[in-house]
């Protein structure tokens, strides 16, 4: 990371009228712990590289789909393969299968016209989420159905971000997430995520999701759907 | 008054004042004698099945899991490789501190600075005053355990939730967690049915599910009230200025972006460079704590919401915090803070095994917490901790980012004894020891009467010898008399032979 891209900027603090050390301050302790005086900026060693071949575990050239698809089965979702002409019928069909009445969306990269033709048909009553507390809608419905921005295949996880199209509550609220993923946003490891975002124009939130929501705090005894969703299906789209 | 988790009277009426007894056990009387509850723990037979099995089953799958995916080399180098770029980080800790609060502040996230516990708190507090805050939710955060922000918060009467299913039950039941990761692994379900019915009203079931769906939908409705939520964070990535924190229920998703506001309290020293770097920390990071490959949510946060965003906390507020860390910081004991909080080292350790987390007296428990607690609280005060083990290593090898505990362990050992803080009589006896190691006639005048005193007591009480046994012409002692006793309850030891090793080489080599 070139340091002149990014130069320190003084003076983006909280106000100062909340309590609490200043900067100034705060920082002395640390660079006297560090044993000199000012920040040495940049570092005079560089950090350590990450080694891509001994931490990767999914080849660049892996098939996305297979992997993926066995992976996410792994941690307990459900995936099924779709193509971009049948998504819209397949997905009424599992609306239906899983009786949801009503969903939530959060979807831009799948034409909407698709998802809405899908709801459309399995009579789906679908809440407007771009009001004043767009979370809050999520809270009585049935089922979240988003797109995902990106997939990773080594670890069967789903990559959601908050932005225009997307908020944050439909992947996580509902007891039921319907993920639609093109297979040109599966990325094989997760190695590979972090060149599709730019570190100065992040979005708010970046949602890594491998698997229903569990815990074993109980006696270790494993149990899903404790707060995010316990059922999660994905429907693959293969020719995109 | 420390309460001990294990007695019934821990469960007694603290009306309206969550968590009251719970943190006494976190925060007992100074100097902190670790005898009381490490015995009463390995007097408790369901504290030990419990934590037994907990730990024995996680430390096998994180063993499992490296060797099945990465094998033995590759996963010795990726913690090599996880604890220097860690060290680098806290070498550097100046630059990227500042270069972490530059790039947060630029995505709008408003960036405190707290000395101490009782400033980090006052920050909070003020946030929470400021938009007149009544609900505030909260996901499991090692650092506010330190500050003891919950009841600060509902001292200014912010009702404060942990959501983190272990932590919930915890808060509820006026406990204390016992372990970094799995905070509940002490108690049952037993235990979890009452609490419910006792403070939720809830029926009573023991069934762990359904005893999960009544906590879900308790804190469902929470969240949806909630004005304000609390965070910690597993990492601060210094190149995009993001908070990383990583949960299995979704209840760190929850808390991040159902209220208005976040504020996420975060040790300086979970610094790292790059977004790179999340590749490295997060693929070690569940296997190390539960053999997963990744935590089911990884959510990375980049300032409040944007104007655009359909939903997201319109305020975000991290406050960093030092609160003793830039003392550990000095270059002799740095590697300490290159610590994730993965709890393998927990899983490792044969004495926490035993005596489970509430005897470590501290909010930080197990190996790291051996060493940790130390310096942040006093050596002084916590005199016992780095001698609660027996220096196997275990925690050294899991350990995901290569601390070498053992090393700092045995430091805190050596200033123990420098500073004179142990006790008289073990001065006297390490004193006569070296004395009588050091002079030629004193060492074979204490071999030969050690000899001549088991021998005797061989004769006395020697067990019959077993069949196939190699020390059968010798025989075993089982009983050990007086102060010594103790090391012959579990086991037995052989006979000693009635001339001693180097009597034998003499008499045998003569002729060399």
């Not at chain 1, 992040?202 to 929501?213: H, Q």
């Not at chain 2, 976190?26 to 902190?32: G, T, V």
């Not at chain 2, 740095?334 to 095994?353: K, S």
Request: net charge neutral.
């Amino acid at each position: 990371m070139d340091e002149h891209a990014n130069p320190i900027r003084p003076g983006h603090m909280s106000d100062n009228t909340y309590p609490g050390e200043d900067r100034e301050t705060f920082m002395q302790r640390v660079r006297t712990a560090l044993g000199r005086g000012h920040t040495q900026s940049p570092p005079q060693t560089p950090v350590p590289a990450v080694d891509d071949h001994l931490i990767r575990t999914a080849r660049r050239d892996a098939d996305p789909v297979d992997l993926f698809t066995r992976r996410a089965e792994e941690v307990g979702m459900s995936v099924r393969l779709v193509t971009s002409t049948d998504l819209a019928g397949r997905l009424a069909v599992l609306l239906d299968e899983l009786k949801i009445k009503t969903a939530v969306i959060a979807a831009a990269k799948i034409p909407i016209g698709k998802v809405n033709a899908a709801l459309a048909e399995a009579n789906v009553q679908v809440l407007d989420v771009s009001g004043a507390d767009g979370f809050d809608c999520s809270f009585d419905v049935d089922a979240g159905i988003t797109d995902a921005q990106a997939a990773i295949a080594e670890s069967g996880t789903l990559v959601c971000c908050a932005d225009s199209l997307h908020g944050r509550g439909a992947s996580l609220v509902p007891p039921i997430h319907i993920a639609i993923v093109r297979r040109g946003d599966i990325v094989s490891d997760l190695l590979d995520l972090w060149d599709r975002f730019d570190s100065t124009a992040m979005p708010s939130s970046i949602a890594l999701i491998t698997g229903p929501s569990k815990t074993a705090d109980i006696e270790g005894e494993l149990v899903k759907g404790v707060h995010g969703p316990g059922t999660v299906v994905v429907l693959v789209v293969t020719d995109e | 008054m420390p309460v001990d988790s294990n007695s019934s009277s821990a469960t007694a009426a603290h009306v309206g004042h969550h968590g009251a007894t719970g943190h006494d056990i976190l925060f007992p009387p100074l100097p902190y004698d670790i005898h009381r509850r490490a015995d009463s723990a390995t007097a408790d037979p369901q504290l030990q099945t419990f934590v037994n099995k907990a730990t024995l089953s996680k430390d096998q799958i994180r063993k499992k899991t490296f060797l099945e995916i990465f094998g033995q080399p590759s996963y010795d180098a990726m913690r090599e490789l996880a604890g220097s770029i860690k060290q680098h980080a806290l070498d550097h800790l100046d630059h990227y501190l500042e270069q972490f609060v530059a790039n947060a502040a630029a995505a709008g996230t408003q960036v405190h600075f707290a000395a101490d516990a009782e400033q980090a708190n006052a920050i909070c507090l003020e946030i929470a005053r400021r938009h007149q805050c009544r609900l505030c939710v909260k996901s499991k955060s090692m650092v506010t355990e330190e500050t003891l922000l919950v009841p600060a918060l509902q001292g200014i009467g912010c009702e404060t939730i942990e959501t983190d299913l272990g932590e919930f039950i915890v808060q509820l039941d006026h406990d204390a967690p016992s372990h970094i990761v799995t905070p509940m692994i002490h108690k049952d379900r037993t235990a979890v049915a009452r609490a419910f019915q006792r403070e939720l009203r809830a029926r009573y079931t023991e069934n762990p599910a359904e005893l999960t769906m009544i906590a879900r939908q308790y804190l469902r409705e929470k969240y949806r009230r909630a004005d304000l939520g609390i965070s910690g964070g597993n990492f601060l990535v210094a190149e995009s200025g993001s908070v990383v924190i990583c949960t299995n229920e979704g209840n760190g998703r929850f808390c991040t972006s159902a209220p208005k506001v976040h504020v996420a309290f975060v040790g300086i020293e979970k610094l790292i460079p790059r977004l790179d770097d999340l590749s490295i920390f997060l693929k070690m990071l569940a296997r190390s704590a539960t053999g997963q490959p990744l935590t089911v949510y990884t959510h990375v946060m980049t300032g409040p919401k944007r104007d655009a965003d359909i939903d997201g906390p319109r305020e975000m507020h991290i406050i960093l915090i030092d609160n003793g860390r830039t003392e550990v910081l000095r270059e002799e004991t740095r590697e300490m803070l290159r610590c994730i909080r993965c709890g393998a080292c927990l899983n490792a350790c044969p004495v926490y095994r035993k005596i489970g987390g509430h005897a470590y007296g501290a909010v930080y428990s197990g190996p790291i917490g051996a060493i940790l607690t130390p310096m942040f609280k006093g050596l002084g005060n916590f005199k016992d901790l780095p001698n609660a083990s027996s220096l196997c290593g275990a925690c050294y090898e899991a350990c995901p980012v290569k601390i070498n505990i053992p090393h700092f362990l045995i430091k805190l050992r050596s200033e123990i004894v420098g500073g004179r803080m142990n006790n008289l009589s073990d001065r006297l006896l390490m004193r006569t020891w070296a004395l009588m190691l050091r002079n030629v006639l004193t060492y074979r005048l204490g071999g030969w009467t050690q000899k001549i005193a088991f021998r005797a007591i061989a004769r006395l009480r020697g067990a019959a010898a077993k069949q196939g046994d190699p020390y059968a012409e010798r025989g075993w002692i089982d009983m050990l008399p007086g102060p010594v006793r103790g090391w012959t309850r579990q086991r037995d030891m052989p006979t000693p032979p009635a001339r001693s090793f180097r009597h034998w080489w003499d008499q045998t080599h003569k002729d060399r």
